[in-house]
């Protein structure tokens, strides 16, 4: 690709504008074509004026406009990449930013090779992941007006005569008997629980929503087939699969460690080696997951319960590879925890392991699928 490349297209992508440079090849600075307006016809026209499709090589920074343009780009012939703004190289000095320079730095950089790309998701990926994301995001909402419910009990030296535990059955139950003298506190407290109550059935109707992906979607087989590790239900695992899209962009398990920021920072010159905290680079809401899943290793290994009746039917080469993962995660937390390390470091590190058996388990569930 990059010998038949003779101009490499830079885009600083707004909402409503796109500011334009290009690099040849050779060593000569990136020249700065101008800003266009944030349209299918206006950017075909432009790169129409650069050359044939084959001859060009475009890319801009993921941000909020999301994937359509790339999408587009693609059908139309174009080869564009989707770069990762924190990994993109920034000179220390450096105090100016603006899109004319933005378009001018990725277009010299994307000819020098010092890009990383991210994955671009397909249409049916991207809905998978934001239905996942937004129940995501009606569980902090829930969070939020539990907080606030609890304020108010406090505020007033409100509580339950009897001891009963936070957010049962039975607690929610009491919270319908509080009474309020003034007849403001009574509609604040009435408009509370009303919120919570719609809370808890939006957050219902994403989760049977999530299920039906997880029996009849796209990636139902690599869902089910996680669900064969211990702590990764049908959730956890649809949260994963939609979060991570594609395994088999990470060519081994270490690169798949490495993508959910759970390998330790190294900063090491001549003899001397540090190695620091977790690097916490990468999917965010991926890392979350595993180190959820991760406290599951606490217990001794054991098929049991729901764990049971979700290998019920999988194949035996996922299980084996489940029941592995307790042992080894189970004795990496034990070992760990005896040396005097704390629960969390313990968790976090069983967690990285996890990640290279969900990767083990995912290329297998793919030789599955290819041998049937």
């Given at each position: 690709?990059?010998?038949?490349?003779?101009?490499?297209?830079?885009?600083?992508?707004?909402?409503?504008?796109?500011?334009?440079?290009?690099?040849?090849?050779?060593?000569?600075?990136?020249?700065?074509?101008?800003?266009i307006?944030?349209?299918?016809?206006?950017?075909?026209?432009?790169l129409?004026?650069?050359?044939?499709?084959e001859?060009?090589?475009?890319?801009?920074?993921?941000?909020?406009?999301?994937?359509?343009?790339?999408?587009?780009?693609?059908?139309?012939?174009?080869?564009?990449?989707?770069?990762?703004?924190?990994?993109?190289?920034?000179?220390?000095?450096?105090?100016?930013?603006t899109?004319?320079?933005?378009?001018?730095?990725?277009?010299?950089?994307?000819?020098?090779?010092?890009?990383?790309?991210?994955?671009?998701?397909?249409?049916?990926?991207e809905?998978?992941?934001?239905?996942?994301?937004?129940?995501?995001?009606?569980?902090?909402?829930?969070?939020?007006?539990?907080?606030?419910?609890?304020?108010m009990?406090?505020?007033?030296?409100?509580?339950?005569?009897?001891?009963?535990?936070?957010?049962?059955?039975a607690?929610?139950?009491?919270?319908?008997?509080?009474?309020?003298?003034?007849?403001?506190?009574?509609?604040?407290?009435?408009e509370?629980?009303?919120?919570?109550?719609?809370?808890?059935?939006?957050?219902?109707?994403?989760?049977?929503?999530?299920?039906?992906?997880?029996?009849?979607?796209?990636?139902?087989?690599?869902?089910?087939?996680?669900?064969?590790?211990?702590?990764?239900?049908?959730?956890?695992?649809?949260?994963?699969?939609?979060?991570?899209?594609?395994?088999e962009?990470?060519?081994?398990?270490?690169v798949?460690?490495?993508?959910?920021?759970?390998?330790?920072?190294?900063?090491?010159?001549?003899?001397s080696?540090?190695?620091?905290?977790?690097?916490?680079?990468?999917?965010?809401?991926?890392?979350?997951?595993?180190?959820?899943?991760?406290?599951?290793?606490?217990?001794?290994p054991?098929?049991?319960?729901?764990?049971?009746?979700?290998?019920?039917?999988?194949?035996?080469?996922?299980?084996?590879?489940?029941?592995?993962?307790?042992?080894?995660?189970?004795?990496?937390?034990?070992?760990?925890?005896?040396?005097?390390?704390?629960?969390?470091?313990?968790?976090?590190?069983?967690?990285?392991?996890?990640?290279?058996?969900?990767?083990?388990?995912?290329?297998?569930?793919?030789?599955?699928?290819?041998?049937?």
């Open positions: 690709m990059k010998n038949s490349t003779t101009k490499y297209v830079g885009l600083d992508v707004s909402k409503e504008k796109i500011a334009v440079a290009i690099a040849d090849e050779g060593r000569e600075p990136a020249r700065y074509w101008g800003m307006p944030h349209e299918d016809q206006a950017i075909l026209n432009l129409q004026k650069c050359g044939r499709p001859e060009l090589l475009l890319c801009y920074e993921a941000g909020p406009t999301g994937y359509p343009l790339v999408r587009f780009l693609m059908a139309h012939g174009y080869t564009c990449v989707v770069i990762a703004p924190s990994l993109t190289p920034n000179r220390p000095g450096d105090r100016v930013k899109d004319r320079r933005d378009a001018l730095r990725l277009a010299q950089l994307l000819r020098a090779g010092e890009l990383s790309s991210v994955h671009v998701p397909t249409p049916e990926e809905a998978l992941r934001d239905l996942v994301r937004m129940r995501e995001d009606i569980k902090e909402e829930r969070t939020r007006i539990r907080q606030r419910i609890g304020k009990l406090l505020r007033h030296q409100v509580a339950p005569k009897e001891k009963l535990r936070r957010w049962t059955q607690y929610r139950q009491w919270l319908g008997r509080v009474k309020w003298t003034p007849s403001s506190q009574t509609f604040v407290w009435s509370l629980l009303y919120q919570l109550d719609q809370n808890e059935a939006q957050l219902k109707r994403m989760e049977a929503e999530i299920h039906r992906e997880a029996q009849c979607g796209s990636q139902a087989p690599l869902i089910q087939a996680l669900q064969t590790l211990r702590g990764i239900a049908e959730t956890t695992a649809t949260g994963i699969v939609a979060e991570v899209c594609s395994f962009r990470f060519v081994s398990a270490k798949f460690m490495g993508y959910t920021g759970l390998v330790p920072r190294e900063y090491s010159s001549g003899s080696r540090h190695q620091g905290g977790i690097t916490k680079t990468g999917n965010t809401n991926l890392r979350k997951y595993l180190v959820e899943a991760a406290w599951s290793y606490r217990y001794v054991a098929v049991q319960g729901s764990l049971k009746k979700r290998q019920e039917g999988q194949n035996e080469g996922l299980c084996r590879i489940s029941w592995k993962a307790q042992q080894r995660l189970n004795g990496k937390y034990t070992r760990m925890c005896g040396q005097g390390k704390a629960k969390g470091k313990a968790v976090v590190a069983v967690a990285r392991e996890l990640a290279g058996f969900i990767w083990a388990l995912a290329k297998e569930a793919e030789t599955l699928k290819t041998t049937v």
